[in-house]
C-alpha cells in the first residue's frame, strides 16, 4: 500500500497509540501530546484529527502519520511504511476509532465475563489468561458498526479496549488506582499498560500481596497521580525499556524518595509481559 493510501485509511490518533502516545489535553477536534523528540512539562505537539495531520510549537515541524513513525523509529519512508503492515486497514478508518477516545459516536452494547474464543486464544497468547476475573469482553458499537474486544476500565469509566488487531479507548482516558486493603500506603507498583499488570500478578500469585497497584493507561497521564504518589514510602517501577519509559522513569525517581526501578528483571526485553511470553 502506498504512502497516499495508508495517510486515507489510519487515522494519526491510532498511529500515536501505536507507541502509547495519549493527548495531555484535547477536545473533539484537536489535542497538545508531548513533543515526540525530547521530555517535556508543557505538551506543544498539536495533533489536528480532522486533517490527519501535527504541528511542533518547539520545533515548527510539521507532520503527517509517516513522518511520525519516521520520527519515532528513526528510520526512511519505505521502513516506515512496512511499520504500517501490523495494522487492520479493515477496521482503520479516519476519526472512527479517533472519536472513540472523545465520548462521540460510540456506545457500549454489553460487558461481561471473558468466554469469546477469540479473547480467550489472545490472553493466552500473552500468558495471562489466569488473570481473566481483572478484566472484561466488551461489545460496542462505535459509528454504526459493531466490535468486541478485551476490556480494563480506568478511574474515570473509560475502558482500555485490546484484542489481536486495535488498541484504544473508549471514553477518557485515565490511570487505574487498584487499592489493597493491606497496603496502608506502603508502596505502590507502577505499570504502563494492564497487560504488565495482569503479568505482574501471575507472578506474585502464590503470595499476599501489601501493595497498590497504578496502572498509567499512557505515560502521558502520570500527571494526575503526582499528588497520590507523595503518600507512598516506596514506589516500585515496570515501565517499558523504552525511551519513553526511560524518560517517565527518570521524572519519577527525580520527584519522590525510595524508587525501585524493576525493569532491570527484563532488560533485554521491551516489557514485563513480553520478557514473561518469552521466559515461560
Known sequence: MNCEKIKEKINIRTVL??????PVKENRKTAFYFALDREEKIPSF?????????????????????????QINQCSVSEALKYFEKFDFSVQ????????????????????????????????????????DLVKEI??????????????????????????????????KDVTL??????????????????????????????????????????????????TLKNYGKISLFLDNDANGN?????IQKKYKNVEDCSLLYWDFKDLNEWFCAKT
Open 247 to 251: 524518560s517517565t522513569k527518570e521524572i
Open 139 to 172: 461489545y460496542y458499537e462505535l459509528n454504526s458498526k459493531k466490535y468486541f474486544g478485551i476490556g480494563f476500565f480506568n478511574n474515570s469509566g473509560g475502558v482500555e479496549i485490546r484484542n489481536k488487531y486495535s488498541k484504544i479507548c473508549l471514553g477518557k
Open 93 to 132: 478508518k479516519n476519526d472512527e476509532i479517533a472519536e472513540a477516545s472523545q465520548g462521540k459516536n460510540y456506545s457500549i452494547i454489553k460487558v461481561s465475563e471473558i468466554r469469546h474464543p477469540a479473547l480467550i486464544q489472545y490472553l493466552k497468547s500473552r500468558k495471562v489468561y489466569e488473570q481473566k
Open 46 to 70: 498539536s495533533v489536528d484529527f480532522v486533517k490527519n495531520k501535527a504541528f511542533d510549537f518547539g520545533t515548527g515541524k510539521n507532520y503527517d502519520i509517516i513522518s511520525i513513525v519516521q
Open 178 to 227: 487498584a487499592k489493597n486493603e493491606l497496603s496502608e500506603n506502603k508502596e505502590i507498583i507502577i505499570f504502563e499498560g494492564f497487560f504488565d499488570y495482569l503479568t505482574f500478578k501471575n507472578l506474585e500469585k502464590k503470595e499476599k500481596s501489601i501493595s497498590d497497584y497504578l496502572i498509567l493507561n499512557s505515560t502521558a497521564m502520570l500527571f494526575k497521580v503526582e499528588e
Open 17 to 22: 497509540e501505536s507507541f502509547n502516545l495519549f
